[in-house]
């Protein structure tokens, strides 16, 4: 889950300030391949706005909601019928980290983070993709398509909604 999460938390500092990015809103890939070479494929579409505020929707192949909010995460399983809630802190800020990534080509970026190395490539000015390996040297690539970047989106949109009968787990 952990690994999940951290993925999670950097795709959406891939949004952060590469060509002035205020929001970013897309239908995403999640592509990870383990040491054995096997791959788990995620699909879903995330809406995500300066600073900290991101809602990634899984679609299959099962369903979540991940909702990132300035300091904490929170997971909205209804297969599982729970939420966890999850301090992150603010102590990092991926916008800032993605803004001073190293331009390498006219489509590829580079940003460091924790011994971590990110690729983010883009399309037509447009993020197209973010890479790295995980802390399990998983290969992960989140690859986006339908991006629309600039659009103005409530914060209202990034609150969850947990149902009463939910477990609810603090992390």
Do not use: C
């Amino acid at each position: 889950m952990k690994e999940k999460l951290l993925l999670l938390f950097l795709a959406t500092a891939s949004f952060a300030n590469i060509e002035n990015i205020n929001s970013f809103e897309a239908d995403f890939i999640q592509n990870i391949v383990d040491d054995k070479n096997k791959t788990i494929l995620y699909y879903g579409h995330i809406k995500a706005i300066k600073p900290q505020y991101a809602l990634w929707n899984y679609t299959k192949p099962i369903q979540k909601s991940v909702y990132i909010l300035e300091g904490q995460a929170i997971i909205v399983e209804p297969e599982l019928e729970q939420a966890i809630i999850k301090r992150i802190g603010n102590n990092f800020d991926f916008f800032k980290l993605i803004k001073n990534a190293k331009k390498l080509s006219d489509d590829k970026y580079l940003a460091r983070y924790n011994n971590t190395t990110f690729i983010i490539r883009t399309k037509n000015g447009i993020i197209a993709s973010i890479a790295y390996k995980d802390e399990f040297e998983n290969s992960v690539t989140i690859t986006f398509t339908n991006q629309v970047e600039n659009r103005e989106i409530d914060k209202k949109e990034f609150m969850p909604n947990i149902p009463e009968d939910y477990d609810i787990i603090r992390d």
